[in-house]
């Protein structure tokens, strides 16, 4: 079997880089509940020098992952780092140590978190930076102009290349913009999660990068029939149809799934390689569109 590289799904821009659409979420290089440190730290490391050899140059992370622990190990496995990769990180959140996930949105926090990333991924410019706004199962309606400004701020420094924003609604998107300029949104969208589909058709027509976080699910991988359904017939499995779904549903769209293993990390490629002819489109969209209406931003 070939084995699939990146550049086989495509390409957008992110700020000012151009990437392959199909990168990689290292959230899964912690411990259980994203805490402490991986079962195997040489398999993690091998995880992320698979990927860039295979041509994965957009790598998602952030310093709370751990915390810590997944940009110790990319920092590991790949500094230097090759000319051509961008490494997201996120900031708005911390850890406690009994897991949780609060806030961490004043600017003191925010500067904070990004010296945090600058250290521990051992660089001294971040790539992209994305504010995480508060929320899980959806978006909170609530302004971001603080705390973007204050990243804005430190873009101004030169501690920050581009600015995007995580978990955030259109209106959140347009107040963002009014501040300095947004590269991605990276919210949570996959074939049956579709709330945003008219967000992703906006982001698109401004050549916006739309990155979904939890593509497969999450921690409840995706269950439908019809998914199912559509694998058997393709000879595929059920997360590989669910990838190509997602680059076959806007150009705009780039992936970041997470593995803490070669062999899935080559699984997940493959679905570059894959072609969903009009019916399996259609079977698959019926998943969990939504028919909103289109909007503009």
């Not at 309606?141 to 990243?151: N, T, V, Y």
């Not at 430190?154 to 947004?182: D, K």
């Not at 694998?231 to 076959?248: G, Y």
Request: hydrophobic content about 40%; proline content about 7%.
């Amino acid at each position: 079997m070939t084995t699939t590289t990146a550049e086989r799904s495509g390409q957008f821009t992110l700020g000012d880089r151009t990437v392959n659409r199909m990168g990689y979420g290292a959230m899964q290089l912690a411990g259980p509940h994203v805490m402490g440190p991986p079962a195997d730290r040489d398999a993690a490391v091998a995880v992320l020098r698979r990927a860039v050899e295979l041509g994965v140059d957009h790598i998602d992370t952030s310093d709370y992952y751990g915390p810590h622990v997944t940009n110790e190990v990319i920092r590991e496995a790949l500094h230097p780092y090759p000319e051509h990769l961008t490494i997201v990180t996120k900031v708005g959140a911390r850890r406690t140590p009994d897991g949780d996930w609060p806030e961490a949105l004043s600017p003191d926090e925010l500067r904070q978190a990004v010296h945090d990333n600058l250290e521990h991924l051992g660089v001294e410019v971040l790539d992209v930076v994305n504010l995480r706004m508060p929320g899980f199962a959806a978006p909170v309606e609530r302004s971001l102009a603080e705390p973007f400004g204050a990243l804005a701020q430190l873009q101004q420094e030169g501690l920050v290349r581009h600015l995007g924003v995580s978990n955030v609604t259109t209106q959140q998107f347009a107040e963002a913009r009014a501040i300095a300029p947004v590269v991605c949104v990276q919210n949570h969208y996959n074939l049956v999660h579709r709330d945003d589909d008219p967000m992703v058709d906006a982001l698109a027509r401004e050549g916006v990068a739309y990155v979904p976080f939890f593509p497969l699910g999450g921690f409840t991988p995706l269950q439908s029939a019809a998914l199912e359904t559509v694998a058997r017939r393709l000879e595929t499995t059920p997360m590989q149809v669910a990838l190509t779904w997602l680059l076959a549903r806007s150009p705009n769209v780039l992936l970041i799934p997470g593995t803490s293993s070669v062999t899935h990390l080559e699984e997940n490629l493959q679905a570059a390689m894959r072609v969903l002819g009009p019916a399996e489109m259609a079977e698959l969209d019926r998943i969990g569109g939504t028919g909103e209406p289109d909007v503009d931003l």
